[in-house]
């Protein structure tokens, strides 16, 4: 396939987008506690069966003008989102990592993050189950590619997950349970020192979001904000950019 680049991007673009497809229906069904594979895919809101040309990822959307073929109303913006989003995924892990080891473990953990970081913002948890799936995945690989290094691995995670719990007593809980036990995961995953990159790119990012929701009315002071997303972006940044972050801050305190 690495003869032909033009065709092996537009080939992970076509299955990053039908992957975001399926990622946004388990999202979507975690919400109203139907099975990922029964019923059918339905309008949100006529509830009519979708046809298979209804359901060609960005394509039928396109087509359709981002409306339903039956009752016209816009389908909502998270439907295309989430496809993009995840063909991004394949194709920043294609480009840096080729269609190797490294592009299989980073596709998976990060499309499960995309899962996680949906259900948190509909539902405002994060469900043990796929921190486990995350965990489970991460120490699979451990014991496979042996990196990050186990005290690098086990320092991230107590870091991570310690910084957390920190904060949630002294917010009294303003970070929930969810919120530490992923945050340990993703300093399992990167490592020390990058789960400090992930730490403040987290903060860094939730707290201009948030601000700009308040000053846009968009959300009240003690309105809950979702913080999965700002940690899965934050570890996103850091698989890529994370050691030049981390060695320009150092650069800049020393």
Known sequence: MSQFPVL??????????????????VVCR??????????????????????????????????????????????????????????????YCYHFFGLGPLFVRYVVFLSLLLVVSGIDIDNHIIPNRYVAALFLWT?????????????SALLGLMTGGGLFYVIAVLSKGGIGGGDIKLMAVLGFEAGWPYVLVVFMLAFLLGAAVGVA???????????????????????????????DIWEWYISFLF
């Open 30 to 91: 975690y919400r109203t506690g139907q099975s990922i594979i029964r019923p059918a895919s339905r309008c949100p809101y006529c509830s009519e069966k979708l046809a298979p040309r209804d359901l060609i990822p960005l394509f039928s959307i396109i087509v359709l003008k981002g409306r339903c073929r039956f009752c016209n109303k816009g389908l909502p913006l998270r439907y295309p989102l989430f496809e993009l989003i995840s063909a991004g995924v394949f194709l």
């Open 139 to 151: 120490l699979g690989w451990y014991f496979i590619l042996l990196y990050p290094p186990l005290e």
């Open 213 to 243: 929701l308040l000053v846009c009315k968009k959300k009240q002071r003690k309105e809950p904000l979702a913080f999965a997303p700002f940690m899965s972006v934050s570890f996103f940044i850091s698989i890529f950019w994370g050691m």
């Open 8 to 25: 092996t991007y537009l080939l992970l673009f076509m299955a990053g987008t039908a992957a975001g497809s399926f990622l946004n229906v």
